[in-house]
């Protein structure tokens, strides 16, 4: 009795201060959104690092999309018209699941294979990379918004 005693003690000054529950964590995909329910009575939406999140509400106050930007760990609080807190959750960005990352020596590219591997900007791929990857982007979506609005 004492020895089980001793291990759930053991086990609980293991157990990391301030750990989240389960239901305290939003785990969100980089460069994806996701609808969460917003408090009751929530006045204000607070982002700890944007650049790892983004929120915007709801029109009727009731949720929110959480954007992805960047991977790491931020968190999101909740405050009522006062100012006084009501809820605090812990948001991770985790990177997509189907990439696959060739090295070459220090250089790091990224391909999003879901189902056929294409280039990907992915943050930690090197400069050259990315800005490449990045800029045939940009010109597609110019290139699509032209079309789009010569539709109109």
């Known amino acids: ?5 001793l291990a759930i003690l053991a086990l609980i000054a293991a157990a990391p201060a301030g750990a989240a529950a389960p239901d305290d ?11 969460a329910k917003l408090p009751a009575n929530t006045s204000t939406v607070i982002i700890g690092n944007p650049g790892i999140a983004d929120i915007t509400t709801l029109k009727n106050g009731s949720g929110m999309v959480v954007t992805g930007k960047g991977y790491g760990r931020t ?6 018209a006062d100012g006084n ?17 060739v090295q ?46 010569a539709a109109k």
């Open 75 to 80: 968190n999101l609080i909740a405050l009522d």
């Open 85 to 101: 807190l009501i809820d605090e959750k812990q948001i991770h960005v985790e990177p997509t699941r189907h990439v696959l990352v």
């Open 104 to 149: 070459r020596g220090n250089s790091r590219e990224s391909y999003s294979c879901d189902p056929v591997c294409m280039p990907s900007a992915v943050l930690g791929d090197d400069t050259k990379v990315f800005s490449d990857v990045s800029g045939q982007i940009n010109a597609h979506d110019q290139l699509a918004g032209k079309g789009a609005g």
């Open 25 to 35: 964590i939003l785990r969100i995909t980089v460069d994806q959104a996701q609808v």
């Open 1 to 5: 009795m004492f020895r089980t005693a």
